[in-house]
């Protein structure tokens, strides 16, 4: 690194990697800071990558994750030796809709994107113990080392305490009693491969769950909820696999175990520091909702920061990320929460609903999860509400939310790649065929010198499939922020009200006070 770093990312974990190598894309000097010796090279850990993350992915030089993951085709869900239901994802736009991949294999595929950028380095061994902030830059603490730069992006995982104690946060919450025992095992099983399958209190593992996912290479994730006292030799865990997969050959490649946690730090934004990540937020995994939401909050932190280290927008901007990804990890404790109150009762009145509800077989109040999928921002101060579309609430489950202002962009395939990879060199605005795209250039060129581009929504497809998957009018005008969500839909657009919503974008509106 040839000059000081603008951003210290503090944690080389997937999430401070997607960071740091989004703030490179904006042009961003970037230090990785990281307390290990050096990556740990095993482990499937956070193994299922929802379609957004793939994307964010894809453009920061990482497209192998989705190349090389798994999706599976059917998910089965069992009471006891009984099938309750199955289901599949629908496939919407180019990217598949999640893939199963280790964590591993990730971290390694985000090295080598880094290792291909320079305005990136990465420092092993160094453990920032606290953090110490002035009106023009952060102190980070590594030992006797003191390391400075104008911001810096905390992703240090759940054990950041001391750093989130030197800023004054809280992280409060609950952690579950139940363990999780975690197996990584490569095994010939027929009719698996393409099959996530998940045990409500099977008969080898009485009264608690199994889940079982597979992933490349012909291994399988399997995870059993044992009791919170039981410490699992290699003889118990030998049993485990025999009592799910019988006498067949196998090779246990990784094991561990962990608990669950559910909590949420009280600030996301202190000053010239932001956090992200499980040092944020922490959630029960069923759903995918962890990693799926970390890597959000590194790119709503990446676009943001260097926008305003480029002069292009105030401090403003950097509260909205507290407002907009404190929203987010709200929402994931609320869906995870109802989720682990099902998977693991706390009352009598809990165990007697979720026996009902499997005995039963009422499918639609089965709770194993529910899918990782983007936040929207419809309450956000950067976004312009449009009555004309309102939001719809939480959409069913595996459902997208329809366009509008707050929700991200669907994807799609256009001539000469896909849609989402239009909207993260800037802010990009679409335009229905009746408006003059001269103009809009022109009037909103003297609110911004952010990059911006100017697209008709023909234009951007040729067959007017776009046109007709937004539901947009030949007069309406669509504002898409750098991280592809719908910042605004303006009909009747006329550039000053297009301007009006893009100042609103980058942090101008009254509403955003720290």
């Given at each position: 690194?040839?000059?000081?770093?603008?951003?210290?990312?503090?944690?080389?974990?997937?999430?401070?990697?997607?960071?740091?190598?989004?703030?490179?894309?904006?042009?961003?000097?970037?230090?990785?800071?990281?307390?290990?010796?050096?990556?740990?090279?095993?482990?499937?850990?956070?193994?299922?990558?929802?379609?957004?993350?793939?994307?964010?992915?894809?453009?920061?030089?990482?497209?192998?994750?989705?190349?090389?993951?798994?999706?599976?085709?059917?998910?089965?869900?069992?009471?006891?030796?009984?099938?309750?239901?199955?289901?599949?994802?629908?496939?919407?736009?180019?990217?598949?809709?999640?893939?199963?991949?280790?964590?591993?294999?990730?971290?390694?595929?985000?090295?080598?994107?880094?290792?291909?950028?320079?305005?990136?380095?990465?420092?092993?061994?160094?453990?920032?113990t606290g953090l110490t902030q002035d009106a023009?830059?952060?102190?980070?603490?590594?030992?006797?080392?003191l390391l400075r730069a104008p911001y810096v992006?905390?992703?240090?995982?759940?054990?950041?305490?001391?750093?989130?104690?030197?800023?004054?946060?809280?992280?409060?919450?609950?952690?579950?009693?139940?363990?999780?025992?975690?197996?990584?095992?490569?095994?010939?099983?027929?009719?698996?491969?393409?099959?996530?399958?998940?045990?409500?209190?099977?008969?080898?593992?009485?009264?608690?769950?199994?889940?079982?996912?597979?992933?490349?290479?012909?291994?399988?994730?399997?995870?059993?909820?044992?009791?919170?006292?039981?410490?699992?030799?290699?003889?118990?865990?030998?049993?485990?696999?025999?009592?799910?997969?019988?006498?067949?050959?196998?090779?246990?490649?990784?094991?561990?175990?962990?608990?669950?946690?559910?909590?949420?730090?009280?600030?996301?934004?202190?000053?010239?520091?932001?956090?992200?990540?499980?040092?944020?937020?922490?959630?029960?995994?069923?759903?995918?909702?962890?990693?799926?939401?970390?890597?959000?909050?590194?790119?709503?932190?990446?676009?943001?920061?260097?926008?305003?280290?480029?002069?292009?927008?105030?401090?403003?901007?950097?509260?909205?990320?507290?407002?907009?990804?404190?929203?987010?990890?709200?929402?994931?404790?609320?869906?995870?929460?109802?989720?682990?109150?099902?998977?693991?009762?706390?009352?009598?009145?809990?165990?007697?609903?979720?026996?009902?509800?499997?005995?039963?077989?009422?499918?639609?109040?089965?709770?194993?999860?529910?899918?990782?999928?983007?936040?929207?921002?419809?309450?956000?101060?950067?976004?312009?509400?449009?009555?004309?579309?309102?939001?719809?609430?939480?959409?069913?489950?595996?459902?997208?939310?329809?366009?509008?202002?707050?929700?991200?962009?669907?994807?799609?395939?256009?001539?000469?790649?896909?849609?989402?990879?239009?909207?993260?060199?800037?802010?990009?605005?679409?335009?229905?065929?009746?408006?003059?795209?001269?103009l809009f250039v022109q009037v909103l060129g003297?609110?911004?010198?952010?990059?911006?581009?100017?697209?008709?929504?023909?234009?951007?497809?040729?067959?007017?499939?776009?046109?007709?998957?937004?539901?947009?009018?030949?007069?309406?005008?669509?504002?898409?922020?750098?991280?592809?969500?719908?910042?605004?839909?303006?009909?009747?657009?006329?550039?000053?009200?297009?301007?009006?919503?893009?100042?609103?974008?980058?942090?101008?509106?009254?509403?955003?006070?720290?």
């Open positions: 690194m040839n000059t000081e770093p603008q951003v210290i990312v503090v944690g080389a974990g997937p999430v401070g990697q997607s960071a740091a190598l989004l703030l490179a894309r904006w042009g961003i000097q970037v230090l990785v800071l990281d307390r290990r010796p050096e990556r740990d090279a095993a482990g499937s850990r956070s193994i299922c990558q929802q379609r957004d993350v793939l994307d964010i992915w894809a453009a920061v030089g990482a497209g192998k994750v989705a190349e090389e993951g798994l999706t599976w085709t059917t998910a089965r869900t069992y009471y006891r030796d009984r099938e309750l239901f199955s289901w599949s994802f629908e496939r919407e736009g180019p990217m598949p809709p999640f893939v199963n991949i280790s964590q591993a294999r990730t971290e390694q595929i985000l090295d080598e994107a880094i290792a291909g950028q320079p305005l990136i380095e990465v420092r092993w061994n160094h453990e920032v023009s830059g952060v102190t980070a603490h590594c030992g006797q080392r992006l905390v992703c240090a995982g759940a054990r950041a305490q001391q750093v989130r104690q030197s800023l004054g946060v809280t992280f409060d919450g609950e952690t579950f009693d139940d363990q999780f025992l975690i197996c990584d095992i490569k095994a010939d099983l027929p009719g698996w491969e393409t099959e996530r399958r998940f045990y409500f209190d099977p008969v080898w593992n009485p009264g608690r769950q199994v889940l079982i996912h597979p992933c490349p290479g012909g291994t399988f994730r399997i995870d059993w909820q044992i009791a919170p006292d039981f410490i699992p030799t290699k003889t118990d865990i030998s049993r485990k696999i025999r009592q799910i997969i019988g006498d067949r050959p196998y090779e246990l490649i990784w094991h561990s175990t962990y608990r669950f946690h559910s909590r949420i730090a009280s600030r996301m934004r202190v000053g010239r520091v932001l956090l992200a990540g499980d040092c944020a937020h922490l959630v029960a995994p069923f759903g995918a909702r962890g990693l799926n939401s970390g890597v959000p909050d590194a790119e709503n932190a990446a676009w943001k920061l260097a926008f305003v280290l480029n002069g292009w927008a105030g401090d403003s901007l950097l509260e909205s990320y507290h407002l907009e990804r404190h929203a987010a990890a709200r929402e994931n404790l609320e869906v995870t929460a109802a989720t682990m109150r099902f998977l693991a009762p706390r009352s009598v009145e809990e165990r007697m609903r979720r026996r009902a509800v499997l005995e039963g077989g009422l499918v639609a109040e089965v709770d194993s999860g529910r899918f990782a999928e983007p936040y929207w921002y419809v309450d956000s101060p950067l976004t312009t509400p449009e009555p004309t579309r309102p939001f719809a609430g939480r959409p069913p489950k595996g459902a997208l939310c329809p366009p509008a202002p707050g929700v991200i962009l669907p994807d799609m395939g256009i001539p000469g790649g896909r849609l989402r990879e239009f909207c993260r060199d800037g802010f990009l605005v679409l335009l229905g065929d009746m408006c003059d795209s001269s003297k609110v911004t010198t952010a990059p911006l581009a100017v697209r008709g929504l023909a234009e951007m497809d040729g067959t007017g499939s776009l046109s007709e998957r937004l539901g947009a009018g030949p007069d309406e005008a669509w504002l898409i922020r750098p991280d592809s969500h719908v910042a605004a839909t303006v009909p009747h657009a006329g550039p000053e009200s297009v301007a009006a919503a893009l100042s609103r974008a980058m942090g101008g509106s009254p509403d955003i006070t720290p």
